[in-house]
């Protein structure tokens, strides 16, 4: 299975900046890359400073992601279909307060079985509707976030891989 496959599709229809799309093959079962996403020991590898993430896995929980000098943000849990759908509001514009509706992006991750292993998908929405404060448009714009996912999707091949050999 090829490995390095990695689709972008974003939107900007109508100029709104809205929806960040990145899908990638990994080859590992749905089972394994849905434990990267979802258990302490895996999340902080691909995504913050390598330590265990605090994840209350259920909706309305909370995942403390660390990303170091950006801060740490608390994500709220939306939604938890084992193995095959992940979903978490992230307020990347306001680390430290908990992600609700009106200060957050909606991030989805969609895992389906391809061949021997799993095509991720990972969707994030609702840019166009939030308030980012000046200092932080650098980093938790929509640019940057689209940025963002084209390196952790790659982090999340490459430690899953890793973890499978």
């Known amino acids: 299975m090829s490995t390095d496959s990695n689709q972008h599709k974003d939107s900007d229809a109508g100029g709104t900046h809205d929806r960040i799309e990145r899908e990638i093959s990994i080859a590992a079962p749905v089972e394994r890359v849905w434990a990267v996403l979802t258990e302490p020991e895996h999340v902080g590898s691909w ?31 939306v939604k938890v279909d084992p193995p095959h759908h992940f979903s978490y509001r992230w307020a990347g ?29 990972v969707v994030e929405t609702g840019f166009a509707g939030l308030r980012i404060p000046e200092d932080r448009r650098k980093t938790a714009g929509y640019e940057s976030h689209c940025e963002g996912w084209s390196a952790q999707v790659e982090n999340i091949r490459r430690y899953t891989e890793q973890l499978a050999a």
Request: proline share 8%; aromatic share 6%.
């Open 93 to 121: 514009a306001h680390p430290g307060e908990v992600a609700v509706e009106g200060n957050s992006t909606l991030v989805e991750f969609t895992l389906t079985p391809e061949g021997d292993g799993t095509r991720l998908r």
């Open 47 to 77: 995504f913050g400073q390598g330590e265990p993430t605090p994840v209350d896995l259920r909706p309305g929980g909370i995942m403390e992601l660390d990303h170091g000098e950006y801060g740490r943000f608390l994500t709220k849990i």
